[in-house]
Nanobody, 126 residues
Framework: QVQLVESGGNSVQAGGSLRLSCVVS????????MAWFRQAPGKEREGVAA????????YYSDSAKGRFTISRDNSRNTAYLQMNSLRPEDTATYYC???????????????????WGQGTQVTVSS
């Protein structure tokens, strides 16, 4: 059974930075597509960034482009989300997700990912 554990969430002021980590355990395989999602109270879960198994491509939501960077270290079974220039609207619970099937064009669709972490809270104050 694959397990994902996120860490790194915190409370920061607008303009600050955070780096989230997601450690994958259980059946680990560097062929997993990884992604970060977030969900704010009363809102739907939205995709933030995704990365291919080798790291050859990464994909971002419009709100994340230019501010967030997704990366992975397969030797550590860990994915990261570096978040810079944080805004109050980035406040949410952030989830790490994985799938062993190519999400293809739906790289930021939650339905394409079948392994999820428990989430880590990010709060950005103005």
């Amino acid at each position: 059974q694959v397990q994902l554990v996120e860490s790194g969430g915190n409370s920061v002021q607008a303009g600050g930075s955070l780096r989230l980590s997601c450690v994958v355990s259980g059946y680990t395989d560097s062929r997993a597509y990884m992604a970060w999602f977030r969900q704010a109270p009363g809102k739907e879960r939205e995709g933030v960034a995704a990365i291919s198994p080798s790291g050859a491509w990464s994909y971002y939501s419009d709100s994340a482009k230019g501010r967030f960077t997704i990366s992975r270290d397969n030797s550590r079974n860990t994915a990261y989300l570096q978040m810079n220039s944080l805004r109050p609207e980035d406040t949410a619970t952030y989830y790490c997700a994985a799938t062993y099937l190519n999400p293809d064009w739906a790289r930021l669709s939650p339905e394409k990912y079948n392994y999820w972490g428990q989430g880590t809270q990010v709060t950005v104050s103005s």
